[in-house]
Nanobody
C-alpha cells in the first residue's frame, strides 16, 4: 500500500526557513520522480516542485524558484523541501506524491508564515 507521511511544518515569521520531509513507502521509491504540492485555504491544490528519480533533475514553480530547494535520499525513501525566505503567501498545507499512479494524498504538513 502506497503511503506518504509529510512532516516539518510549523509557524514561521516572514523571511524565515523551514525544512519539510516526506517519507514514502509501498513502491520502489528510487524509480520515481517525486512532486511537492500545496493547498492554501480556499484555493485549489497547486504544484510546487519536482525532483527526478536520481535527484539530478529538479524543477520549481515560478513562485518558489530561488527560495525552495528539493533533495532526496533514495536509501531512506525520503524527499525534503528546504524553504527559505518564506512569505505569507507560502502559507498552505504541503503534500508530496508521485504523479499519474492514482495514489492517495498523505495528511500533509501545515506551513504558516505570519508575524
Amino acid at each position: 500500500q502506497v503511503q506518504y507521511v509529510e512532516s516539518g511544518g510549523g509557524l514561521v515569521q516572514p523571511g524565515g526557513s523551514l525544512r519539510l520531509s516526506c517519507a514514502a513507502s509501498g513502491f520502489t521509491f528510487s524509480s520515481y520522480t517525486m512532486h511537492w504540492y500545496r493547498q492554501a485555504p480556499g484555493k485549489e491544490r497547486e504544484w510546487v516542485a519536482l525532483i527526478g528519480s536520481t535527484g539530478g533533475i529538479t524543477n520549481y514553480a515560478a513562485s518558489v524558484k530561488g527560495r525552495f530547494t528539493l533533495s532526496r535520499d533514495n536509501a531512506k525513501n525520503t524527499v525534503d523541501l528546504q524553504m527559505n525566505s518564506l512569505k505569507p503567501e507560502d502559507t498552505a498545507v504541503y503534500y508530496c506524491r508521485r504523479n499519474n499512479y492514482g495514489d492517495s494524498w498523505g495528511q500533509g504538513t501545515q506551513v504558516t508564515v505570519s508575524s
